[in-house]
């Protein structure tokens, strides 16, 4: 079983910065692979950038890249999402999630356990 725990989140103006945190249980962080997904009103939940077990892959939704960074400290069973030059349109619930899905990491529906969310809010 893995606990996740998402903080950083806030309210922040167009184009500003933050740093979602989401600190995990268990001894076997460095196992899983990591990925932040978000959800807005109204709309499904996506996936953002997720990060492979050992750091050396990631992946990022076309909307992020270029903006966000993914990175994980495993020392820390920690994962990070840097997300610079902030948009209106990335205000959502942003949800960090744990797998230890083998072939497909890229979706929601590949990962098995689940933060609380934290609200990311920018405003125009």
């Known amino acids: 079983q893995v606990q996740l725990v998402e903080s950083g989140g806030g309210l922040v103006q167009a184009g500003a910065s933050l740093r979602l945190s989401c600190a995990t249980s268990?001894?076997?962080?460095?196992?899983?692979?990591m990925g932040w997904f978000r959800q807005a009103p109204g709309k499904e939940r996506e996936t953002v950038a997720a990060?492979?077990?050992?750091?050396?892959?990631?992946y990022y939704a076309d909307s992020v890249k270029g903006r966000f960074t993914i990175s994980r400290d495993n020392a820390k069973n920690t994962v990070y999402l840097q997300m610079n030059s902030l948009k209106p349109e990335d205000t959502a619930v942003y949800y960090c999630?744990?797998?230890?899905?083998?072939?497909?990491?890229?979706?929601?529906?590949?990962?098995?356990?689940w933060g609380q969310g934290t609200q990311v809010t920018v405003s125009s």
């Open positions: 990060i492979r077990w050992r750091g050396g892959s990631t």
């Open positions: 999630a744990a797998t230890l899905a083998g072939t497909s990491w890229f979706f929601p529906k590949d990962y098995n356990y």
């Open positions: 268990g001894r076997t962080f460095s196992s899983y692979t």
